[in-house]
Nanobody, 115 residues
């Protein structure tokens, strides 16, 4: 059974930091690119960052200098370190495991940035 479980969300003030985790099981983690997306209420889900199975990384320009994506293949876990958080980063954050033949999504973790 495939599982992706996000954690680490919460409430933080502007300028603060959070570290999201995406623990996975049920598939060959190392074969999949891992990505983070976010969805603001009433809007479409949007791309945040991705790390390929060989470590290639890409970010949305809005987070490039503030967020860091990483993965630990031994733990089958992906991470998103979020620094200098802004109010506009408030969203539900989802992780996705992807390879050309299939993809899996987690259930999301909520991040709220407010003063």
């Amino acid at each position: 059974q495939v599982r992706l479980v996000e954690s680490g969300g919460g409430s933080v003030q502007p300028g603060g930091s959070l570290r999201l985790s995406c623990r996975t099981s049920g598939f060959r983690f190392g074969d999949y690119a891992m990505s983070w997306y976010r969805q603001i209420s009433g809007k479409e889900r949007e791309f945040v960052a991705t790390i390929g199975s060989y470590g290639t990384i890409n970010y949305d320009p809005s987070v490039r200098d503030r967020f860091t994506i990483s993965r630990d293949n031994a733990k089958a876990t992906a991470y998103l370190q979020m620094n200098s958080l802004k109010v506009e980063d408030t969203a539900v954050y989802y992780c996705k495991a992807y390879r050309p033949r299939d993809e899996y999504w987690g259930q999301g973790t909520e991040v709220t940035v407010s003063s």
